[in-house]
């Protein structure tokens, strides 16, 4: 089992530049594959961006791609995603999630943190 904590939330004018960070204990990090998703109010939760358990293949959202990037450090067992260029229509909670292999469907992934709010104001 793992436990993810995130941190890095917050506000922020369209345009800007918020990095959000997922930090694991527990089983061994290496071992997962890394999604982050989001939700915004009303709307189901979607993938954002995933990496590979050894960080060698990333997969990202169309409306998201060129802007976000995402990282991980296994000696730190940290994932992080930095997001620049944002816009009001990122508004949402953000999670990180842990699987066993990238993938898009957030059914996929077993473990999931609290949750972080990013707000874009126009």
């Known amino acids: 089992q793992v436990q993810l904590v995130l941190s890095g939330g917050g506000l922020v004018q369209a345009g800007g530049s918020l990095r959000l960070s997922c930090a694991a204990s527990g089983r061994t990090f290496s071992s997962y594959a890394m999604g982050w998703f989001r939700q915004a109010p009303g709307k189901e939760r979607e993938f954002v961006a995933a990496i590979s358990r050894a960080g060698g293949r990333t997969d990202y959202a169309d409306s998201v791609k060129g802007r976000f990037t995402i990282s991980r450090d296994n000696a730190k067992s940290t994932v992080a995603l930095q997001m620049n260029s944002l816009k009001p229509e990122d508004t949402a909670v953000y999670y990180c999630?842990?699987?066993?292999?990238?993938?898009?469907?957030?059914?996929?992934?077993?473990?999931w943190g609290q949750g972080t709010q990013v707000t874009v104001s126009s």
């Open positions: 999630a842990a699987g066993d292999l990238i993938n898009r469907s957030a059914a996929r992934y077993d473990y």
